[in-house]
């Protein structure tokens, strides 16, 4: 199992301005997150609650028609391209990034095991669009589109240009069968075009929000048709969902750390939460939590529709590299961020640092290995975050495999829900999303948007004469 330390958080580690009693803390909260924990479990089956994220692990019917799919489709292509943003994408580019072999789409088809190369579009830049499409034979390309639900513009808008050329390429009777979509089962257009169009689809489930839909077909199927074991994953969030349903604060570590970040924010202003994992594999898992932890938990109204301004700001960070970055913040500016660090106790070879230029300032590295000195750089900025007051905790994984990677992601998925528990709030929704979308729609001639159209078109002119 993964293990967590919240040691260098505690005041008898960086003083009581800035640490928190954690065992004091964690018996005062005992009651309240016992009743939060069996709250989550009781509610997840119930529909309209946005808890099915909860039951992803043990959805065997999808794994199996993922993994079918998947064995149906090996060899046919060299590349997959996903199309999708937000929870529809971070997910798959997390996990495809910590478990592939490093530079995937450079290895040979053999070095690959024939499994295809892997792209993701989450954005629409024109240029790096038309880029990726200089790039790639579409006929030899499976294209996933991925929205749940299912009029993103974003993803519809990549989706229709490589349709188009899909089309064009390999005519109308072929183009269909190098697309696969992932949306929701019975609304939204892209079930709509899938059903006229006769596509290969894959269901978002009901009640899975997009940034708790990563163990769902929007995660697996990608991760799958790379040849990612799906199993080992599935296995990893069963685990820790069985040790995460434990109520007792002092054996929970998603709790436990919920409960941290809580109180760092609201008792000691400590109010930007940065992930930072020591192992470049882990880099996009940070941009995965950033959605997941922003989006749910930066509300302005709590469940009873009060005013309230809350939430932590996530920021990425990667060891040993953002030590040559935001590491002098940290260390000297405003002490107002709880630090996670992601620990690897193995990485999966060893480079060794070879023994010359003993005669200079540099001989020391020689005869060591490159993991000795990650080792020694996590551990050297975490002693010195704790010598200027500023709280970390640690989260290790025994290695980066499959099965860890299931029980880090559902753990911060179960430490979300419980966090947007103590603030209160719905850690389910984003109206403060669906605002800009809205005025997103009005300003691209969407109908039924034209009095927001014109509203907007009078407020940007405000600011232009402004
Ligand atoms: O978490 C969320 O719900 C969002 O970030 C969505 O994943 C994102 O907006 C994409 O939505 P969709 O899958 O409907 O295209």
């Known amino acids: 199992m993964i293990k967590y330390d919240w040691r260098n958080a505690d005041e008898k580690i960086i003083g009581c301005e800035n640490g928190l009693n954690i065992n004091y803390e964690f018996e005062n909260y005992k009651e309240l997150i016992k009743n939060i924990i069996s709250d ?23 794994l199996w028609y993922v993994k079918e799919y998947a064995s149906m489709v090996q060899g046919r292509f060299e590349n997959l391209l996903v199309l999708g943003i937000g929870g529809s994408a971070l997910g798959a580019i997390a996990i495809t990034e910590a478990l592939l072999k490093p530079y995937w789409n450079l290895l040979s088809p053999e070095q690959r095991n024939k499994y295809p190369r892997i792209f993701f579009l989450d954005n629409i830049d024109p240029d790096t669009i038309n880029g990726l499409l200089d790039i790639l034979d579409l006929k030899k390309t499976l294209v996933n589109v991925i929205t749940k639900s299912g009029d993103t513009a974003e993803t519809m808008a990549q989706f229709m240009v490589i349709k188009e050329r899909l089309e064009q390429e390999l005519g109308e009777d072929e183009y269909r069968k190098n697309i696969v979509a992932t949306t929701d089962k019975q609304t939204g257009v892209l079930r709509q075009i899938a059903e006229q169009e006769g596509y290969k689809t894959f269901v978002v489930p009901d009640d899975v929000g997009g940034r708790y839909s990563v163990f ?30 434990n109520t ?21 202003g400590k109010n930007l939460s940065v992930l930072m994992p020591y192992s470049a594999k882990l880099k996009y898992i940070s941009d995965w939590f950033s959605q997941l932890w922003a989006e749910s938990l930066g509300k302005n109204k709590d469940i009873n529709d009060n005013d309230i301004c809350v939430g932590m700001t996530p920021v990425k960070a990667v060891g040993a590299t953002d030590q040559h970055s935001l590491l002098q913040l940290c260390n000297e500016g405003p002490n107002n961020k709880l630090i996670t660090f ?125």
Not at 41 to 61: A, S, T, V
Not at 369 to 383: C, G
Request: charged share 20%.
């Open 342 to 466: 992601i620990r690897v106790e193995n990485f999966d070879t060893q480079l060794d640092i070879p023994k010359i230029f003993e005669y200079t300032g540099i001989g020391y590295l020689g005869g060591k290995t490159m993991n000795n000195l990650m080792d020694a750089e996590a551990d050297s900025t975490k002693v010195s975050l704790s010598d200027y007051s500023r709280p970390t905790v640690t989260v290790t994984l025994p290695k980066v495999d499959g099965y860890h990677i299931g029980q880090l992601l559902y753990m911060l998925e179960v430490q979300t829900a419980i966090a947007g528990a103590l603030y209160n709030i719905n850690s389910f929704n984003q109206p403060g999303v669906e605002q800009a979308i809205n005025y997103t729609y009005a300003l691209m001639g969407r109908a039924g948007y034209e009095d927001s159209a014109q509203t907007l078109q009078e407020r940007m002119n405000t600011f232009s004469a402004v």
């Open 40 to 62: 989550l479990n009781q509610r997840k089956d119930k529909p309209g609650q946005w808890l099915q994220w909860m039951n992803l692990g043990y959805n065997e019917e999808t």
């Open 216 to 245: 769902s077909a929007v995660g697996l199927l990608p991760l799958a048709l790379v040849g990612i074991d799906i199993d080992e994953i599935t296995n990893g969030i069963k685990d820790m969902d069985l040790a995460l349903k």
């Open 248 to 268: 007792n604060i002092h054996e929970n570590i998603a709790a436990q750390n919920a409960l941290i970040h809580y109180l760092m924010d609201t008792q000691k």
